[in-house]
């Protein structure tokens, strides 16, 4: 099993910037394709992000590319969500989320079996 916890969400205007975090504990992180996923207001989970172990393989929603970027680095469990030029729309609750089965990119949120509580971003215009 493996324990996210996410942190840097908050309230900002348009055209900010946020970080947000996700800290994994557990042995079985090792390997884990990362994803981030967010769930606007009265909406279903969306896929935004994702990374492959090495880093090497990366995808973004189509909607946030060329603004937001993912990272991760590994010897420190941590995988981090850099969001530029935010928008309202982007209004959500975001989430840390591990795929331990894949050594591929999904944005299914099926496909992953671990999933963090949840960052509140919260974008004014």
């Known amino acids: 099993q493996v324990q996210l916890v996410e942190s840097g969400g908050g309230l900002v205007q348009a055209g900010d910037s946020l970080r947000l975090s996700c800290a994994a504990s557990?042995?079985?992180?090792?390997?884990?394709?990362m994803g981030w996923f967010r769930q606007p207001p009265g909406e279903e989970r969306e896929f935004v992000a994702a990374i492959t172990w090495s880093g090497g393989i990366t995808n973004y929603a189509d909607s946030v590319k060329g603004r937001f970027t993912i990272s991760r680095i590994n010897a420190k469990n941590t995988v981090d969500l850099q969001m530029n030029d935010l928008q309202p729309q982007d209004t959500a609750v975001y989430y840390c989320?591990?795929?331990?089965?894949?050594?591929?990119?999904?944005?299914?949120?099926?496909?992953?079996?671990?999933w963090g509580q949840g960052t509140q971003v919260t974008v004014s215009s």
């Open positions: 557990g042995r079985s992180f090792s390997g884990a394709v």
């Open positions: 989320a591990a795929d331990r089965q894949h050594t591929i990119v999904f944005t299914t949120a099926k496909a992953y079996d671990s």
